[in-house]
């Protein structure tokens, strides 16, 4: 029977690589904190009105990635294409949001039917933060900050930011009128999925990925033409903050993101490491979803950024452990006999409550391939048991570096190996 493979566009995170995952993960969880937001964790599917509304109808998420299924029970249910409407569906469903500002972050898997690609998969993984409660651009500048930062700290250096402004419901009703009566008169130029999106929802054309539309969209009105003066001016004071904070932010008025819930205050980062698709991360301000969703009017804003391409770019960047490394033991117990190995596991797990990295190959292979794989680990010391150390009720303790020796009564080895260490 010929084994089975994984589903295309997922992959199988191995050893090595995952010590890779855990630093990036430690340094997530670290910058979050710094800023003062708090780790949420939501289910990974949930019913599929908590994303068909918020992510609009006509988007591609939408209408071709969406993991949509039927449960026993007949409910619609829908693996999570992106983690900002389950937020604010748990901070709703758990009244969270009675206490503001609220500032939170997650990290977890996403799925998403597309053709996978470099960095991109149809199961991929997340992190972002939310700040609920803020509606000043103070708010906006510090999402971006943060992620910078996070990017700094995993040696990601060269980047490009670009904002924009979606302005509010006012500004996008003027836009949307003019954006019409110019596409419709080249209506003939758009790819068929714009033509049938310039009835139904004609501003996710902005975010089409088709060369035909590219073409006609140069020519088109742009948002920073329409913003009222509330919305010029947060975006104007964005810029400001930013460019006080020593951030540089390019303004490009063609970013409109892939989710109709934005408003105002939009951007991404982009690295050139990744080739095409060479977003990294993307967010924004998104004032009304909260109210969208059945709860208050709260403002929001917030990032998320896709953990495969940053590591993509961190490995580039050579700042994350290499992919051969392997996980550095402090002691390795070398048993050359079952005897010895049952005599050394009590050992083991005392060395191990003491805090130290230990293991022991259970293999009972030859000594010197046991050591030898002992000093590959990275330890320090090998405790090393057979006939001759039983029958005197000690045990040889090597330095792998030295290759010095010396016997230790088995009842002393904990404390023995303890002030080695030390």
């Known amino acids: 029977m010929k084994h089975s493979t994984a589903p295309r566009g997922t992959v199988d ?17 670290e910058t979050c904190t710094r800023f003062g937001y708090r780790e949420i964790r ?29 449960d026993r029970a007949g409910r619609s249910l829908t693996l999570r294409p992106e983690l900002t ?39 991929a993984h997340q992190w972002g933060v939310e700040c609920f409660g803020a509606p000043g651009p103070e708010a906006d ?23 924009n402004s979606l302005g509010c419901e006012t500004c996008r009703a003027r836009f949307r009128e003019a954006l019409v009566a110019f596409l419709r008169d080249r209506a003939s130029s758009l790819s068929p999925t714009s033509r049938d999106r310039l009835s139904r929802n004609p501003l996710r054309i902005l975010d089409s990925k088709e060369p035909a539309d590219h073409d006609v969209l140069l020519q088109a009105p742009t948002m920073d033409g329409f913003l009222c003066s509330a919305c ?32 105002r205050t939009v951007f991404e980062i982009s690295s050139t490491h990744l080739g095409a698709q060479n977003t990294v991360c993307g967010g924004g301000r998104y004032d009304g979803l909260v109210k969208a969703m059945g709860g208050p ?29 392997k996980p550095a033991l402090d002691v390795a117990f ?73 016997r230790v009564g088995l009842d002393e080895l904990p404390a023995d190996i303890a002030r080695r260490l030390a």
């Open 297 to 325: 009017s709260i403002p929001g804003v917030g990032l998320a950024m896709g953990m495969e391409r940053m590591l993509l770019v961190a490995r580039e960047a050579g700042t994350l452990p290499a992919r051969d490394g």
């Open 141 to 163: 500048v510090e999402i971006i900050s943060l992620g910078l930062e996070a990017m700094r700290r995993a040696g990601i250096t060269d980047y490009r930011l670009e904002i």
């Open 334 to 406: 070398v048993a050359l006999d079952e005897a010895s190995a049952h005599l050394l596991v009590p050992v083991l797990n005392s060395v191990r409550r003491l805090g130290y990295a230990a293991d022991m190959d259970y293999t009972r292979r030859a000594i010197d391939k046991q050591l030898r794989a002992a000093g590959d680990s990275g330890a320090r010391w090998a405790v090393i048991v057979g006939e001759d150390e039983r029958a005197t009720g000690a045990a040889t303790v090597q330095n792998l570096v030295t290759r010095e020796r010396v």
């Open 42 to 70: 939501t289910p990974i599917f949930e019913s599929t009105e908590v994303f068909v509304k918020p992510i609009g109808e006509g988007t591609d998420i939408v209408d071709k990635e969406m993991y949509t299924f039927t």
């Open 13 to 29: 995170i191995l050893p090595p690589e995952t010590a890779q995952w855990q630093v990036l993960e430690r340094l997530i969880d």
């Open 85 to 123: 409407a389950p937020v604010v569906r748990a901070a709703l469903q758990h009244n969270l949001l009675a206490s503001l500002p609220l500032k939170l972050y997650y990290r977890g898997p996403i799925f998403r039917y597309e053709r996978p690609q470099k960095g991109r998969y149809r199961q």
């Open 232 to 263: 010029a001016e947060h975006f104007a004071a964005v810029r400001t903050l930013l460019e006080a904070m020593g951030i540089r932010a390019l303004h490009n008025p063609h970013i409109v993101r892939g989710l109709d819930y934005y408003t």
